[in-house]
């Protein structure tokens, strides 16, 4: 089993910047694809980004190219999610996942509790 526990959510101005991080334990190890998916309240959870276990490869929804990088530190089992220039629409509960294979459409195999994101206009 791989526990997986997110923090550095929080209330935010619109146009700030937040950093999530993830932290693994458990049977974790490096060889897992990180991921970061949101859920609006009365929407669907959606991708957000995800992290090859070497972090060579990176993907990230259109909504968030350009503003979000997402990086991983192997050495701490941690995964991070850099936020630029957030908007309202951001708000969401963002969690972490961790799966073999990265990509908005690969299987995650678990899943952390989330965070809670608010961007205030």
């Known amino acids: 089993q791989v526990q997986l526990v997110e923090s550095g959510g929080g209330l935010v101005q619109a146009g700030g910047s937040l950093r999530l991080s993830c932290a693994a334990s458990g049977r974790a190890d490096s060889s897992y694809a990180m991921a970061w998916f949101r859920q609006a309240p009365g929407k669907e959870r959606e991708f957000v980004a995800a992290i090859s276990w070497r972090g060579g490869g990176t993907f990230y929804a259109d909504s968030v190219k350009g503003r979000f990088t997402i990086s991983r530190d192997n050495a701490k089992k941690t995964a991070y999610l850099q936020m630029n220039s957030l908007k309202p629409e951001d708000t969401a509960l963002y969690y972490c996942?961790?799966?073999?294979?990265?990509?908005?459409?690969?299987?995650?195999?678990?899943w952390g509790q989330g965070t809670q994101v608010t961007v205030s206009s």
């Open positions: 996942a961790a799966g073999a294979l990265p990509g908005p459409g690969a299987r995650y195999d678990y």
